[in-house]
């Protein structure tokens, strides 16, 4: 992990700072560092952390090529076995609805911290977005908390980016056709994350249960990537012509996408835990990956996957570290459905933050200003 700000504020901080900077290099110097945690904490002043916005975030401008990096190497990490990230526990206030608490440590790059994100399919009535919620950097060494940070960047780029990666090593040499079902978040960071790994990438059909969202989508996303976008109607005839399929809609009552549509060689990714597709697309796919197989267990047990769970050919962590292959003819359909991980969210935040701290973005706040608590 890069050298991070420590949580604490004011002259002792700036000095343990320093110190713990020393004793990285000399590890004997542990049992000093202890003495020294423990006069520093006695001597505490102040915490405080650095609160970063949606828009904070996206003023640090952090190219899409260094976020699929970044979510490589937690793959690869989680591929590694070196991270600590128990299932997500949620509350599930309404129908359909879901605020999930994702924590995570990975290990090698010694980052951790917590997401706490929503997921309400209705919000759209409201005027606000489906996903939402914030996320809790904290500091490996001390627990305290580094930043607090808007999510919904994070989870759109992280979860798109995991959707390039599979592509990475899953999509087809030669694919130039991409069909996307849903043109919200989802569906517009994918396209644009796709196109980062997929070099001949010519031509992306899209569709909406909205006309507007699809006409919309094809204006923006044809600007912004400089290549075809079709909106259509007929999904059938676009996934038959498609060497990529993605579906990035909300919870649906039933699955759109048969196997019969799926052409030889093709690569699917469903971001609904499996809702979009029949059963016989799942388990009739020449090879099922997925990010984290317990986490798919577990979405099983919640109600995804009704017609049962696929064999499971690797989880992408071991695809990325060499120990699974990827794709291994031209004729191979692969479906990922990738669950969503919290060290995809923390290995991105320990990014953000560490670049709002070296342009001095983003609002410092108060956790505490002195050590007495009466
Ligand atoms: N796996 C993960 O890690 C992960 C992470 C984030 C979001 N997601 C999921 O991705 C999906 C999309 O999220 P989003 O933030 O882009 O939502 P969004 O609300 O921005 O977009 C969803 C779009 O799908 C369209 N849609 C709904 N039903 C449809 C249907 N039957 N056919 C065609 N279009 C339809 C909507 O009109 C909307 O434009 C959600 O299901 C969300 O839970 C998964």
């Keep these: 992990m890069p050298q991070l700000k420590i949580g604490l504020c004011g002259q002792e901080g700036s000095l343990k700072e320093k110190f713990y900077a020393k004793s990285k290099a000399a590890e004997s110097c542990t049992k000093i560092a202890k003495k020294y945690t423990e006069r520093c904490v006695n001597f505490m002043k102040k915490v405080g952390f650095t609160y970063l916005s949606q ?39 309404r129908p359909m609805t879901f605020i999930h608490a994702m924590p995570a440590w990975l290990q090698e790059q ?72 849903g043109a919200g978040v989802q569906g517009r960071f994918n396209a644009i994350m796709l196109k980062e790994v997929v070099p001949n990438l010519k031509v992306i059909y899209v569709s909406d249960i909205k006309e507007e969202a699809r006409k919309k989508y094809a204006e923006d996303i044809s600007t912004k990537l400089d290549i075809e976008v079709m909106p259509v109607s007929n999904i059938e005839e676009a996934i038959k012509n498609s060497d ?62 009704p017609d049962g769970l696929p064999t499971l050919h690797g989880e992408l962590g071991e695809i990325v570290t060499g120990q699974k292959p990827g794709r291994e003819s031209n004729r191979e359909r692969i479906m990922a459905i990738n669950i969503g991980m919290a060290i995809e969210d923390i290995a991105v935040a320990a990014k953000v933050y560490e670049k709002a701290v070296e342009k001095g973005v983003g609002t410092e706040l108060s956790l505490m200003e002195q050590e007495a608590l009466f």
């Design 55 to 93: 828009e904070d975030i996206l003023n640090l401008d952090i190219p899409y090529k260094e976020i699929i990096d970044i979510v490589e190497g937690a793959l690869a990490e989680h591929g590694r076995k070196k991270v600590e990230m128990p299932p997500k526990p949620g509350v599930h206030t």
């Design 110 to 181: 010694d980052v951790c911290g917590i997401k706490w994100v929503s997921g309400y399919p209705e919000n759209y009535k409201y005027d606000l977005p489906q996903i939402a919620g914030l996320l809790i950097l904290n500091d490996p060494e001390t627990g305290m908390p580094l930043s607090v940070m808007d999510c919904r960047w994070l989870t759109a780029v992280r979860t798109s980016a995991v959707t390039a990666v599979t592509a990475k090593y899953c999509a087809a040499k030669n694919a130039s056709a991409l069909t996307v079902i």
């Design 244 to 305: 990529l399929v993605l579906t990035a809609t909300q919870r649906l009552s039933q699955p759109i996408v048969p196997l019969s549509w799926l052409k030889p060689g093709v690569c699917c990714f469903g971001l609904e835990a499996s809702r979009a597709w029949h059963g016989d697309a799942i388990l009739g796919v020449d090879k099922f990956v997925t990010d984290d197989w317990e986490q798919t267990k577990y979405f099983a047990s919640h109600g995804a996957f």
